[in-house]
């Protein structure tokens, strides 16, 4: 157990036991500390599962925070709004002060034509859409999603940013970030932001299949950013359940994915669960985003978290590692699909 509890424990409210289990990292230089857990908000949603179950994602949410979960992301983009929407009526029954909270602006719809507008007349339109739906007066972090998709990083740094700016300034914001598939881009525009921005969030770039984020950790360290590393499951391809059909990656990216499931599956281990806890070993990320829509997975993860791996586990990740994945993976661009995890 650790010694000192976080700036979000609230008596009463959480399972201390839990929350003095979870550790907690600086995420850069905002002052805040996360869990290094933290509760993703695309699978809060029917973005990826058209049979969501809405009560049990609010039971999770629930869950998620008293277990010392306090970092929730969530994007109007997921859902079309639904997943701020079942957040808003989640978090009614959390002290503020519980968690802190981070949306995006940018991403908006399904349709590839409509999908992304970084003007700055939209992003004002989307902050205040964003608070009505979650029923807060400021989240802690606004986020540019997918700079990788923006016309240029000048519309970014020129036209959308400033308008996070605003809402800062205004005390409806706290801290700004970006997001991107991308780590080139990624680094490009948090170096031409000059400490305009304070969070980064890279997905399915530091997993079993792909450690391309570690190209740029010591850049993003020295900026004094912190880093979220999202979707260690690498879009449900690293799980024994695998990919749903709208997956981006290649037939030879998921056949890996198959082969390391069904080992998984004859050893009775959850490759999930050896995801998780792989991508955990990061140990200059602040927090490690996942999708958690039932309380099953997250259980699944937590125990990823507080109790690490079983030396069976161990054994099959190891090998896994020695066997199956070999070489590092990934599926270029994401703006053709619905599916980008973050």
């Given at each position: 157990m650790t010694s000192t509890l976080p700036a979000t424990f609230v008596k009463g409210f959480h399972n201390e036991e839990l929350v003095r289990r979870m550790e907690y990292r600086a995420l850069g230089g905002t002052g805040l500390k996360v869990s290094t857990l933290a509760l993703g908000g695309a699978t809060l949603s029917v973005l990826f599962d058209k049979k969501f179950d809405r009560e049990e994602g609010i039971k999770t949410v629930h869950e998620a925070i008293k277990s010392g979960i306090n970092y929730i992301d969530t994007a109007p983009f997921y859902?079309?709004?639904?997943?701020?929407?079942?957040?808003?009526?989640?978090?009614?029954?959390?002290p503020r002060e519980a968690y802190y909270i981070a949306t995006k602006v940018a991403r908006y719809e399904l349709d590839p034509e409509?999908?992304?507008?970084?003007?700055?007349?939209?992003?004002?339109?989307?902050?205040?859409?964003?608070?009505?739906?979650?029923?807060?007066?400021?989240?802690?972090?606004?986020?540019?999603?997918?700079?990788?998709?923006?016309?240029?990083?000048?519309?970014?740094?020129?036209?959308?940013?400033?308008?996070?700016?605003?809402?800062?300034?205004?005390?409806?914001?706290?801290?700004?970030?970006?997001?991107?598939?991308?780590?080139?881009?990624?680094?490009?525009?948090?170096?031409?932001?000059?400490?305009?921005v304070q969070v980064v969030l890279s997905y399915a770039r530091y997993t079993l299949l792909d450690n391309t984020l570690l190209r740029h950790m010591n850049a993003f360290k020295e900026l004094r950013i912190g880093v979220i590393c999202a979707a260690a499951h690498a879009l449900g391809l690293l799980s024994n359940a695998g990919p749903q059909a709208w997956h981006p990656g290649s037939e030879e990216l998921q056949a890996v994915g198959r082969q390391a499931a069904e080992i998984c599956k004859q050893r009775g281990v959850e490759l999930g669960k050896l995801a998780m806890y792989y991508s955990m070993q990061l140990e200059d990320a602040a927090t490690f985003l996942i999708g958690i829509p039932n309380r099953k997975l997250l259980q699944v993860n937590l125990d990823a978290v507080l109790n690490g791996l079983t030396s069976a586990e161990q054994e099959?990740?190891?090998?896994?590692?020695?066997?199956?994945?070999?070489?590092?993976?990934?599926?270029?661009?994401?703006l053709s699909t619905v599916g980008d995890f973050k």
């Open positions: 859902g079309q709004g639904d997943s701020e929407r079942l957040l808003g009526l989640a978090l009614k029954d959390v409509h999908m992304f507008n970084f003007t700055a007349a939209k992003t004002r339109e989307s902050v205040e859409k964003s608070l009505g739906l979650l029923g807060l007066d400021y989240v802690d972090v606004l986020q540019v999603h997918d700079v990788d998709a923006a016309p240029s990083l000048d519309m970014v740094l020129n036209e959308t940013i400033p308008v996070l700016e605003e809402y800062v300034k205004a005390g409806k914001a706290r801290f700004i970030g970006i997001t991107a598939y991308d780590v080139d881009i990624l680094k490009e525009c948090a170096e031409r932001a000059k400490g305009r099959v990740l190891q090998y896994l590692r020695e066997n199956v994945f070999k070489k590092s993976y990934s599926w270029g661009s994401t």
